[in-house]
């Protein structure tokens, strides 16, 4: 069954840290692009940060979290990682990761919007909250 599992959200103070992770099932993630969202109370989903489905992996980031967050990749265990420090309170939500197969020519920037249907996978959220 092809699939993707994010786990590490919890609660934490503001200026922690978190890393949450996104593995991928029935598919190798270094062939597809991998997009993280997050979803606010009562808000819609916005793109926070991708990566390349592709040997060079680059990453883009949101202006609200590039010189917080960082993304990587492990092959082996199939596994991107978004790390999280110096966390604020805006950054609570529910956080997803989704990927899509690359293209000859594409970049996962190109897919930053969530209600695109060429999302072909998502994983089913895990929960940050960020509070004193």
């Known amino acids: 069954q092809l699939r993707l599992v994010e786990s590490g959200g919890g609660s934490v103070q503001p200026g922690g840290s978190l890393r949450l992770s996104c593995t991928a099932s029935?598919?190798?993630?270094?062939?597809?692009?991998i997009v993280w969202f997050r979803q606010a109370p009562g808000q819609e989903r916005k793109f926070i940060s991708c990566?390349?489905?592709?040997?060079?992996?680059?990453?883009d980031y949101s202006e609200t979290v590039k010189d917080r967050f960082s993304l990587s990749r492990d092959n082996n265990k199939n596994t991107v990682y978004l790390q999280m420090n110096n966390l604020k309170s805006e950054d609570t939500g529910v956080y997803y990761c989704?990927?899509?197969?690359?293209?000859?020519?594409?970049?996962?920037?190109?897919?930053?919007?969530?209600?695109?249907?060429?999302?072909?996978?998502w994983g089913e959220g895990t929960p940050v909250t960020v509070s004193s």
């Open positions: 029935g598919f190798t993630v270094d062939r597809f692009h």
């Open positions: 989704a990927g899509r197969s690359r293209g000859l020519h594409d970049t996962c920037g190109q897919y930053i919007n969530p209600t695109y249907a060429g999302l072909t996978y």
């Open positions: 990566i390349d489905g592709n040997d060079s992996a680059g990453k």
